[in-house]
C-alpha cells in the first residue's frame, strides 16, 4: 500500500495488472488481488487488469469479478469494440477490466492451438493508422525501449528503438521518429503496409489470417524479407 500511495504520488496516474491461464504460472492470482486491494483509494487514475482468455479459459473477466467481489466496467463489448471507460469509483478512481480474447502472438503463437483463437474474418477491421506506436513505449527488463506494447517486441527487434543504459528517453523517442519502420506501422497501418508490400514483392511470405492488427503487424516486423523490402522500397510506400 506504501509503494502503490508512493507511485500515485510521483506522478503515476495508471496501474496496469496482467492476470489470465497464462501469467497465472508465473505470478499467482493471490498476488493480483492483493494488489487491487492495495491499488484502492490511492488517487491513481485508473486501475485496469488485463484479462486474456480463450473458451478453454478457468481465469474470465467473470472469475476475476467473483474473486475482487467487484462489478466492473469493460473495455470492450462482446463484438471486441472499445466502449467508454467513465465511471468513476467514489475515490474518483476508474475501476475496470480491460477484456481481451486471447491473440495468435508470442508464445500463444506457438504453444496454443488454433482453436482456441477468434480469427477476424473481415481485413477492414483492421483499417487504418496505428495510434499505438511510440504513444505507448515499453522499458525493457533490460533496460531497452520498445516502441509499442501490442507484443512482445524483443530487444533487438525491428521496434527496439534504444538502451537506457546509453542514451536519454528523449534522444531515443527523437531518433525513433526518423525510423522509416515505425513511421510505417504509424501512418499507414499494418494492414496497408503489408498489402503495400505483398504488391512490391508477392514472394514475401505472411500468414493468412489473424486475431488482431497487432498480430498482423508482428508478421511483419519479425519477417526480415518484409523488413527489407520496406528499408529498400521506402518511396514507394507513400
Known amino acids: 500500500r506504501v509503494l502503490f500511495r508512493s507511485l500515485a504520488e510521483c506522478g503515476l496516474s495508471e496501474i496496469n495488472i496482467s492476470t489470465d491461464d497464462y501469467h497465472v504460472k ?36 467473470e472469475f476475476v469479478e467473483a474473486q475482487f467481489n467487484e462489478k466492473l466496467q469493460r473495455r470492450f ?31 500463444a503463437a506457438e504453444e496454443l492451438s488454433d482453436k482456441s483463437f477468434k480469427f477476424k474474418r473481415n481485413t477492414n477491421f483492421f483499417l ?36 537506457l543504459s546509453k542514451a536519454t528517453m528523449s534522444s531515443i523517442v527523437k531518433k525513433a521518429e526518423k525510423n522509416i519502420v515505425i513511421q510505417a506501422i504509424k501512418y499507414l ?21 489473424y486475431t488482431c492488427v497487432c498480430a498482423l503487424c508482428e508478421d511483419i516486423v519479425k519477417n526480415e524479407r518484409a523488413l527489407a523490402t520496406i528499408k529498400s522500397h521506402k518511396d514507394e510506400l507513400w
Open 77 to 107: 463489448n462482446s463484438k471486441e469494440r472499445e466502449l467508454p471507460l467513465d465511471k468513476r469509483d467514489e475515490d474518483g478512481t476508474i475501476y475496470a477490466i480491460s477484456n481481451t480474447w486471447v491473440t495468435k502472438s508470442g508464445r
Open 26 to 61: 508465473y505470478v499467482p492470482f493471490s498476488n493480483v488481488k492483493n494488489a487491487w486491494k492495495a491499488c484502492h483509494g490511492k488517487g491513481f487514475h485508473a486501475v485496469i487488469v488485463g484479462v486474456s482468455y480463450s473458451k478453454e479459459s478457468k481465469i474470465t473477466p
Open 189 to 209: 497501418g499494418p494492414l496497408q503496409l503489408k498489402d503495400c508490400l505483398a504488391s512490391i514483392d508477392p514472394d514475401i511470405e505472411f500468414k493468412n489470417k
Open 128 to 163: 487504418g493508422k496505428c495510434p499505438t506506436i511510440m504513444s505507448s513505449v515499453i522499458v525493457s527488463p533490460s533496460n531497452h525501449v520498445w516502441a509499442c506494447c501490442g507484443f512482445e517486441c524483443g530487444d533487438g527487434s525491428a521496434l527496439d528503438i534504444g538502451d
